[in-house]
């Protein structure tokens, strides 16, 4: 790690001078913008404290950075299975080409903003103030909402937006998935309380973001080739959807019918809690009901699920003893559930969360016929990790003496693998 040691601060918003070449450390909570900003202005690394060590910002911090580590040009060791990227810039996405991935499974809408955001600090709201200013006074969340309310940044955050969207076709074949997440944000962000996140947030309280990503990758479906998928996270009820497929009306922008459709941009969502597993299929079927809608691509995030669905915390475990808990049966049997509903209706899933970069919840994800979809660190090393059966991983999730029943608790007839 190279280059002198340094506390962010928003002032580095307007002195960028400050950091280059330097080593920048952050709280593991800091803005996403805050850390798109410090890979632009060419720190030489950024360092993250704090309990929660896979927290956004380090996340974000993995998938823009991940870039820096091609810089030989070699495309790295082969994969050696079938898998898409999680990525959210044009260097990334051609970085998750070059090693061998069949498509985007997951650009969070959330990383896209602060990329594209990153790009407009200097700029000037018509009310007075800069978008530096609104960052560090208002947090991404309300910069966002001012962002969407002043027409020339709208239409210059559109462009750069599109910017890296374009970048996804130049990258991959025909055809090839791109599922677009919209903002996922939560309290943290909006400062509302209520417990609100992801799609009952944007619905309730910025609705206009709805719409808007959902115009630009309409826009990106009708001049490209790949499958652009625009999807809703965190989604919880049917009438989510719905009010999702209205606004996008509003705009002017129809999903695909079909998935051979690509004049359209194709529909999904993320499955993050155990009523979208249990009535993904219920949805699909009063979607293509009522508005002739076929879902392209659904998401499946295990970190959410598995919070839900046990009620531990979503990144910190309790105890030595959870910090697999992703493969408890009952995650499991919900995928299994999941697994059935898609099969039987040709919807295809891609699994995005942290199991994903698991070896052996690679296999079992893939015999429930699930795509899966790994940050770009994760898939430089896929080649090289050690499977463990996902049966040993649930044993030791629900600490269970043997693997007796667990088959088919899950409700599925897994093997060993």
């Known amino acids: 790690m190279s280059g002198t040691l340094i506390d962010w601060s928003s002032t580095f918003y307007r002195s960028p001078e400050l950091v280059t070449g330097r080593t920048v450390r952050c709280a593991v909570d800091a803005p996403l913008p805050?850390?798109?900003?410090?890979?632009?202005?060419?720190?030489?690394?950024?360092?993250?404290?704090?309990?929660?060590?896979?927290?956004?910002?380090?996340?974000?911090?993995?998938?823009?950075?991940?870039?820096?580590?091609s810089a030989d040009g070699g495309a790295?060791?082969?994969?050696?299975?079938?898998?898409?990227?999680?990525?959210?810039?044009?260097?990334?996405?051609?970085?998750?080409?070059?090693?061998?991935?069949?498509?985007?499974?997951?650009?969070?809408g959330?990383?896209?903003?602060?990329?594209?955001?990153a790009a407009l600090v200097n700029q000037q709201f018509a009310g007075g103030g800069t978008v530096a200013d609104a960052l560090a006074s208002d947090g991404e969340w309300r910069t966002l909402c001012r962002l969407l309310a002043d027409?020339?940044?709208?239409?210059?955050?559109?462009?750069?937006?599109?910017?890296?969207?374009?970048?996804?076709?130049?990258?991959?074949?025909?055809?090839?998935?791109?599922?677009?997440?919209c903002f996922d944000y939560g309290d943290a962000y909006s400062g509302t309380g209520g417990g609100q996140r992801g799609a009952a947030l944007l619905l309730d309280q910025l609705p206009e973001a709805v719409g808007f990503l959902a115009?630009?990758?309409?826009?990106?479906?009708?001049?490209?080739?790949?499958?652009?998928?625009?999807?809703?996270?965190?989604?919880?009820?049917?009438?989510?959807?719905?009010?999702?497929?209205?606004?996008?009306?509003?705009?002017?922008?129809?999903?695909?019918?079909?998935?051979?459709?690509?004049?359209?941009?194709?529909?999904?969502?993320?499955?993050e809690?155990?009523?979208?597993?249990?009535?993904?299929?219920?949805?699909?079927?009063?979607?293509?009901?009522?508005?002739?809608i076929v879902p392209a691509l659904c998401g499946i995030g295990?970190?959410?699920?598995?919070?839900?669905?046990?009620?531990?915390p979503r990144r910190k475990p309790v105890r030595l003893v959870d910090a697999r808990h992703e493969a408890h049966p009952a995650v499991l049997a919900l995928l299994g559930r999941l697994a059935d509903d898609c099969?039987?209706?040709?919807?295809?899933?891609?699994?995005?969360?942290?199991?994903?970069?698991?070896?052996?919840?690679?296999?079992?994800?893939?015999?429930?016929?699930?795509?899966?979809?790994?940050?770009i660190p994760a898939l430089m090393t896929a080649a090289h990790d050690r499977l463990t059966p996902v049966l040993t991983q649930a044993v030791a999730a629900d600490r269970l003496v043997d693997a007796y029943g667990v088959a088919d608790a899950i409700g599925r007839g897994i093997n060993s693998a």
């Open 110 to 117: 959330e990383f896209l903003f602060a990329v594209a955001v």
């Open 273 to 292: 809690t155990p009523a979208a597993c249990l009535c993904t299929g219920l949805w699909s079927d009063h979607l293509k009901r009522e508005y002739g």
């Open 343 to 375: 099969t039987g209706r040709g919807i295809s899933a891609v699994l995005s969360g942290a199991a994903g970069e698991d070896p052996g919840y690679r296999a079992f994800a893939r015999q429930l016929g699930f795509l899966v979809s790994c940050p």
């Open 34 to 69: 805050a850390v798109a900003f410090l890979e632009r202005v060419g720190v030489a690394e950024v360092q993250f404290t704090g309990e929660l060590a896979a927290a956004h910002a380090s996340i974000l911090w993995d998938e823009i950075a991940s870039w820096r580590t």
């Open 215 to 271: 115009k630009i990758v309409a826009e990106a479906q009708a001049r490209h080739a790949v499958r652009y998928v625009f999807a809703m996270p965190m989604v919880a009820t049917y009438a989510e959807l719905t009010e999702t497929v209205a606004l996008a009306g509003r705009g002017g922008v129809t999903f695909a019918a079909s998935p051979d459709d690509l004049t359209r941009p194709g529909f999904g969502w993320e499955v």
């Open 302 to 312: 295990t970190n959410d699920l598995t919070q839900f669905t046990l009620a531990r």
């Open 151 to 181: 027409q020339r940044l709208r239409r210059m955050l559109a462009e750069q937006l599109m910017f890296i969207l374009d970048a996804a076709n130049s990258a991959f074949p025909p055809s090839a998935p791109v599922f677009v997440r």
């Open 76 to 108: 790295g060791p082969p994969l050696g299975e079938e898998l898409l990227a999680n990525a959210c810039t044009a260097d990334g996405f051609k970085r998750a080409a070059e090693l061998g991935t069949i498509g985007l499974g997951l650009v969070r």
